[in-house]
């Protein structure tokens, strides 16, 4: 089904432990974003990507890199987990470009569900 | 600083009658809103949204209406049904001309609709 993937969907770190999360989508769509949900705090944007080879940061983006090396794929990484960073994360993508209402319809992964101990 | 405010977390509705979700923003340079429905353990879908040239977008029981004098947008669902119990994120972008589809999300409010 086309749509946003994200992997995994369940994570447990341990304090200063690194990983990826994985994101990938095949609809061709030029913008990804990545972003976390906390209870109280709704959904905060870490990193967002505007194409291949260009990124750039959101509202929360330390502790987090990204890099987009391929329209298709944009993977979060946390280089020294830590507590603060439990979360579950949302990774999302879009058309990019004309001003209609309907290319702002975000498609969403399921997330990706992480705590750090 | 939140730009975009949902100050009710929850909402709770009779099945059949109106709900009507409520949302505020702080930035004047917005200029699409958007509002997003999520289940528990699934990502938001979008659901409707509304240009800052509009005061109102209609789809099907879904209409959102949009006050640009008193930065508040609303979401009304009617008739509410059962179905409709999730958490609804209201959005805001800022139009950068093409270079950018940055989206600021609310907090949420946690729709039930009551048999």
């Known amino acids: 089904n086309a749509g946003v993937t994200q992997t995994p969907k369940f994570q447990v770190l341990k304090t200063g432990q690194s990983m990826t999360l994985q994101c990938a989508q095949d609809m061709n769509h030029e913008y990804m974003s990545w972003y976390r949900q906390d209870p109280g705090m709704g959904l905060r944007l870490i990193h967002y990507s505007v194409g291949a080879g260009i990124t750039d940061q959101g509202e929360v983006p330390n502790g987090y890199n990204v890099s987009r090396s391929t329209t298709e794929d944009f993977p979060l990484r946390l280089l020294s987990a830590a507590p603060s960073q439990t979360s579950v994360y949302f990774c999302?993508?879009?058309?990019?470009?004309?001003?209609?209402?309907?290319?702002?319809?975000?498609?969403f992964g399921s997330g990706t569900r992480l705590t750090v101990v | 600083d939140q730009q975009v405010k949902q100050n009710s977390p929850s909402l709770s509705v009779q099945e059949g009658r109106i709900s009507i979700l409520n949302c505020d923003y702080t930035?004047?340079?917005?200029?699409?809103f958007l509002w997003y429905k999520k289940y528990p353990a699934e990502g938001p879908t979008f659901l409707i949204s509304i240009s800052s040239i509009k005061d109102k977008n209609e789809d099907g029981r879904f209409t959102v209406f949009l006050n640009k004098s008193a930065k508040h947008l609303s979401l009304h669902i009617v008739p509410s049904q059962p179905g409709d119990s999730a958490v609804y994120f209201c959005a805001a972008s800022e139009w950068y001309g093409g270079a950018t589809n940055k989206l600021i999300f609310g907090t949420g409010t946690l729709l039930a609709v009551q048999p």
């Open positions: 999302a993508s879009s058309r990019s470009g004309a001003p209609n209402p309907a290319n702002y319809g975000y498609t």
């Open positions: 930035n004047s340079m917005f200029d699409y």
